[in-house]
């Protein structure tokens, strides 16, 4: 019943915010079937919903913070000692529990797909930097802030942007606690798969996976700074690069 409720006020705040957009080109009507759903299919808003609410009931995590703008300084790991590196962005959400003896928190990052790409792997070796240095981040500014909350997961979430793909809205685990337990039966997320050296090593506390990825993505990032990231071959070497996420050419260009 109460998800009921939950329907109808997401479908007032859709058809209000609606009103402030022209809805009068050629596929129009298609696009609102997508997000409202037909008598034959649920709509993307409708999935999402469910998808929040079982996700809330299996995790017992609740959104704390939205689009939060952090600036804070995290400490990576260098042979012997610890070394400061800046951390400027924007996390999309972070959910905040009481449940499991102690505070946790997840965080999330919204993508228009989620898809095979972001393994658990990639992250191990630094090439998917993105998860671990929030993760660290948004430790440091939640305890900042009076909240000693310890990492729980990371969470990569897709809504669903294609026509083509109604069925896509989805949330992906990128890294968790082993305490994080999720049977088969918990609706809203998926145990990850993981395999070989990423199980093993995804059976380490979260904060002690996260400490060994940053220290390689500090070293990756001393590289690119101190110009010992070799780029070779040199004409369109950053089209293929995988290390986007850590030097963020899209956003600020060629040095």
């Not at 037909?38 to 808003?45: C, E, K, S």
Request: glycine share 4%; aromatic share 10%.
């Amino acid at each position: 019943a109460r998800v009921d409720e939950y329907w109808e006020s997401l479908q007032a705040v859709a058809h209000e915010c609606m009103r402030t957009k022209e809805w009068t080109h050629a596929y129009a009507q298609i696009e609102q079937d997508i997000l409202f759903g037909t008598t034959l299919r649920p709509g993307l808003l409708r999935q999402w919903l469910f998808q929040e609410v079982a996700y809330q009931s299996t995790t017992k995590h609740y959104p704390a913070f939205l689009e939060l703008d952090l600036d804070v300084e995290i400490q990576v790991r260098r042979e012997d000692h610890l070394e400061a590196m800046k951390v400027r962005g924007r996390v999309d959400r972070i959910d905040v529990s009481d449940s499991y003896d102690r505070m946790t928190f997840i965080v999330n990052d919204y993508k228009p797909t989620v898809d095979k790409k972001y393994k658990l792997q990639e992250i191990i070796s630094g090439t998917l930097s993105q998860m671990p240095i929030y993760l660290e981040a948004a430790r440091l500014w939640l305890m900042h802030h009076n909240i000693p909350a310890e990492p729980w997961a990371a969470l990569y979430r897709s809504f669903g942007t294609s026509i083509h793909k109604t069925e896509e809205p989805q949330n992906r685990i990128a890294m968790k606690d082993p305490g994080f337990v999720i049977t088969k039966e918990d609706p809203g997320i998926k145990q990850p798969d993981w395999k070989g050296n990423a199980r093993v090593f995804s059976l380490k506390p979260l904060a002690e996976q996260n400490a060994e990825v940053l220290a390689v993505i500090g070293t990756r990032a001393r590289n690119m700074r101190s110009g010992e990231f070799a780029v070779r071959p040199l004409q369109k070497a950053c089209e293929n690069c995988s290390y986007q996420e850590l030097c963020r050419i899209d956003e600020w260009g060629k040095g």
